[in-house]
């Protein structure tokens, strides 16, 4: 049915206002008085269904987790063995792969002992341009690995679980 009228849309209007201000009243009111705890045996979750919920997803984290890191792992290999110009353009590659590793919890594994670690780049005498390290502790102590003047092979592992103190 078409309304032409003009205060008859009015009076329509201000019912359906009425209407969904009273519906969405009635929403508070639910969700403000729970139901009692006998009320309905379907709200309760089956024995052990949330951790099987659970199990799955990270399962299915895992798996997504992996392809990430593969992911960065490829466009990190091209990378090895080259270098560029300045201290200050080598600092702002590193920073960006390490921002990148940062956002999904991942380290660099250190060539030479194999603990996860932090790229740098260090000004050196001998090389104005900076040289590759790997910073890590190493027995509780703050070490600096590597020195190569060219990107080092970047090898992905997961960034350490901070230790309990
Ligand atoms: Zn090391």
């Known amino acids: 049915m078409h309304c032409s009228n003009p205060l008859a849309l009015y009076n329509m209007y201000k019912l359906e206002c009425a209407g969904s201000f009273y519906q969405s009243n009635y929403r508070i009111l639910l969700a ?4 009692s705890p006998s009320s309905n045996e379907d709200d309760f979750m089956a024995i052990g269904s949330q951790d099987d ?7 299915q984290l895992n798996r997504l987790h992996r392809s990430i890191r593969i992911a960065i792992q490829d466009y990190l ?3 090895e063995g080259k270098r560029h110009r300045t201290l200050q353009e080598n ?7 390490q921002k ?4 999904y919890g991942l380290r660099i594994q250190c060539p030479e002992c194999g603990t996860p670690s932090i790229l740098r780049v260090s000004p050196r005498k001998n090389a ?3 040289v ?7 027995k ?3 070490t600096f690995h590597g020195g190569r003047t060219t990107l080092p092979l970047m090898r992905l592992v997961e960034k350490p679980a901070r230790s309990a103190k």
Not at 91 to 97: F, G, R, S, Y
Not at 132 to 138: L, N, T
């Open 132 to 138: 590759f390290v790997f910073d890590h502790k190493v």
């Open 77 to 79: 290999k091209p990378l």
């Open 128 to 130: 104005v341009d900076g």
């Open 32 to 35: 403000t008085n729970p139901r």
């Open 100 to 103: 990148l590793l940062e956002r």
């Open 91 to 97: 600092q702002k590659a590193v920073n960006q792969i």
């Open 140 to 142: 509780g102590k703050r």
């Open 53 to 59: 919920a659970l199990l799955e997803l990270e399962k």
